[in-house]
């Protein structure tokens, strides 16, 4: 007989691989598959970071590190906030994680005890939710709609506060729905959560892919508050598993303590890939990949709302569209998976991303190149256009 830890009742897979998989074994039986469902750069890692790589192998950089991080790769990250956001963070308040989750992970075991509150989007990335089930606290999903651009707000944040919460988690740009949480806003967010005595968690893993949008970073309101970034989504290094977290300064040593037990570091040859990466002759390569992500968006969000998809807020960040569908649909979950039997057209249902009204949602990744979106985008057309012949 399994026994699992209770924990493990409340913390649900990914519905998306599930669907991914299934596109993978009908592409192995020779059928084409449009994918706008995984939240991954379709772009191969930039070939000078590549090189990085492989010369810190061929150097010998085979080891463990300082569980902070090497010291450079630090460094590059400090120069990097001061060169973009005009904010000067000491080194020391930057650690190197095995990814963004890493990150997350340290942050909420140093953070959270059993009981303790988290307070969250829903919508909202599914694993923030379960990381704080992995600590034992209790993830306080408030629902967002377009009316808040999809976002907390302070007075939301305010009236949810109650006396077991210990944090609020933030996310700008988000997944699923692209959003920015202004700067006026997060400022009012930091001013109420430290009323509050609590902590605020923000995540900037898609930090860099805005588009025209200001892009700033919450370390230029506040020091007393832990960002958490990666080198995954701008930088396209998502299997080097390489991120970052910064963390008010008396909390660096308890931090550096547990990473030393959970994961003793990050993999070394990535971190030298991340510190070429982050250097500013890379800096044009993923300025153009931005640009062309901003492209696919202008390409897909008319296209899409052309078919009767209601996206009401334009996202200014990230790689996603969070659709409206319920003018098509009243099942978005059987929706998705339907398409991808009948057309070959993945996309991700909002049941991955909370319980907000998710069988009205979609979420669309325009991580594909605009050929083959718009391939996409016909067979959609032709599936609606079925589906509305049974119907009359």
């Not at 982050?278 to 008319?302: A, Q, Y």
């Amino acid at each position: 007989e399994t026994r699992t830890a209770v924990r493990m009742n409340n913390i649900a897979p990914f519905y998306v691989m599930d669907l991914l998989t299934r596109a993978k074994e009908m592409e192995a039986q020779g059928r084409s598959v449009i994918h706008m469902e995984v939240g991954e750069p379709d772009f191969v890692t930039a070939e000078p970071v590549i090189e990085a790589g492989k010369a810190a192998l061929d150097a010998g950089h085979t080891g463990y590190t300082p569980a902070t991080g090497i010291p450079e790769l630090r460094q590059a990250i400090s120069d990097h906030y001061l060169t973009h956001f005009d904010v000067d963070i000491d080194p020391k308040r930057i650690i190197v994680t095995p990814g963004a989750s890493g990150a997350l992970q340290l942050v909420l075991s140093v953070l959270i005890d059993p009981g303790h509150e988290v307070l969250m989007a829903d919508p909202g990335y599914p694993c923030n939710k379960n990381f704080v089930e992995l600590v034992s606290g209790v993830p306080v999903c408030l629902p967002v709609g377009p009316e808040s651009r999809y976002q907390l707000d302070a007075g939301q944040i305010d009236r949810a506060w109650g006396p077991k919460t210990n944090a609020a988690m933030i996310a700008s740009p988000s997944n699923p729905t692209g959003t920015l949480v202004t700067q006026p806003e997060l400022k009012d967010i930091c001013e109420l959560v430290a009323a509050k005595g609590g902590h605020l968690i923000v995540d900037e893993i898609y930090q860099g892919l805005v588009y025209g949008a200001d892009c700033y970073s919450a370390l230029s309101i506040s020091d007393n508050l832990f960002v958490i970034n990666s080198f995954s989504k701008y930088f396209g290094m998502t299997g080097w598993r390489v991120g970052w977290l910064v963390a008010p300064e008396s909390y660096i040593e308890p931090l550096d303590t547990l990473a030393q037990n959970i994961f003793i570091s990050s993999s070394a040859p990535s971190q030298y890939a991340a510190l070429r990466a982050i250097s500013t002759d890379c800096r044009h390569i993923m300025e153009d990949r931005r640009e062309e992500f901003k492209k696919r968006r202008d390409f897909l969000l008319p296209a899409l709302s052309k078919l009767g998809f209601d996206i009401p807020v334009v996202p200014e960040g990230a790689f996603y569209l969070y659709a409206n569908c319920a003018e098509l649909t009243s099942d978005s979950f059987a929706f998705a998976y339907e398409l991808l039997a009948s057309e070959g057209v993945a996309v991700t249902p909002g049941k991955d991303f909370g319980a907000n009204k998710p069988e009205q949602y979609l979420r669309f990744a325009y991580t594909t190149e605009i050929d083959k979106m718009k391939e996409g985008v016909r067979r959609i057309e032709r599936f609606l256009a079925k589906k509305q012949e049974k119907i009359s």
